[in-house]
């Protein structure tokens, strides 16, 4: 779904390629739940060429805050219950709700605090505003950009801007 509307936005309604992205990733929110979409894109100046990389990448406050995936049960003690959630400022509080998280029952008594982890948000990330979708969405997030000269057919790397994983 997301090729064939990537390519009817761009080739045959004339969006710009990165308008043609956003509106083709409004229209697939199924592909957010299995991958990131990373775009690359070239613009050369003579013998200079810039790389830009962006990823697209599936928020969901309750299995993907900020486009990272929440673990699946406590690593503490196991269980598979849904993670309570507080936000505080930019990110996100999860803490397990399992009563007995850090409960040592032979001992009759609490050995840990439960589970409790924080998601931040990433540094340069913009949320696109698609749809109707709350809680959900695609976030923006700059990879980073290259600039390469190329002289006698070698390419020398010219100056690294912003390089993230």
């Known amino acids: 779904m997301f090729l064939v509307s990537l390519t009817k936005s761009f080739v045959i309604e004339g969006f710009s390629f990165r308008e043609a992205i956003v509106h083709s990733l409004s ?26 990389v962006t990823k697209y990448s599936w928020a969901q406050l309750d299995t993907r805050p900020w486009g990272q995936d929440l673990p699946l049960q406590c690593p503490q003690c196991g ?3 849904p993670w309570a959630r507080a936000k505080q400022g930019g990110s996100y ?18 050995m840990r605090p439960p589970f409790r982890f924080t998601i931040s948000r990433p ?11 709350t809680g959900a969405g695609w976030l923006k997030i700059p990879v980073g950009t290259h600039h390469f000269t190329f002289t006698e057919g070698t390419a020398v790397l010219e100056e690294d801007i912003e390089m993230d994983g």
């Open 79 to 81: 269980t598979p219950l």
């Open 93 to 110: 509080v999860f803490e397990c709700r399992f009563l007995s998280c850090g409960w040592d029952a032979k001992k009759r008594t609490r």
């Open 27 to 52: 229209l697939s929110g199924q592909l957010g739940g299995h991958s990131n979409v990373l775009i690359i894109g070239l613009a050369r100046d003579g013998h200079r060429i810039k790389v830009d």
């Open 123 to 133: 540094d340069n990330v913009e949320m696109l505003l698609l749809g109707k979708k």
